[in-house]
């Protein structure tokens, strides 16, 4: 069983900074590539940014310049930085991370999601 936990959201307004943080957690060989992701009511999930183990980085245009992503892989854990937060950027964000359990089994783990709102 692998679960990931996240933390770190809240609200804050326009302008404001906020650091989320996902930690993976059970019976792991590995974890390859580490996501955040976000849904606002009425959209779809999107993808926010996603590193791999060796640190390559790809975000979406809309928060490019603004959000970082990065990882402790001796903490399993992943973090996304979120500077210069819009209105637009409220959603609930959730972690996802592709994981080689110790069973060796190939695992999609999804966290429970986080609420982030940027008043205006």
């Known amino acids: 069983q692998v679960q990931l936990v996240e933390s770190g959201g809240g609200l804050v307004q326009a302008g404001g900074s906020l650091r989320l943080s996902c930690a993976a957690s059970?019976?792991?060989?590995?974890?390859?590539?580490m996501g955040w992701y976000r849904q606002a009511p009425g959209e779809q999930r999107e993808l926010v940014a996603s590193?791999?183990?060796?640190?390559?980085?790809n975000y979406a245009d809309s928060v490019k310049g603004r959000f970082t992503i990065s990882r402790d892989n001796a903490k399993n854990t992943v973090y996304l930085q979120m500077n210069s937060l819009k209105p637009e950027d409220t959603a609930v964000y959730y972690c996802?991370?592709?994981?080689?359990?110790?069973?060796?089994?190939?695992?999609?783990?999804w966290g429970q999601g986080t609420l982030v709102t940027v008043s205006s």
């Open positions: 996802d991370a592709h994981v080689v359990a110790g069973t060796g089994r190939y695992l999609e783990v």
């Open positions: 059970g019976s792991i060989f590995s974890i390859n590539t």
């Open positions: 590193i791999t183990s060796g640190r390559s980085t």
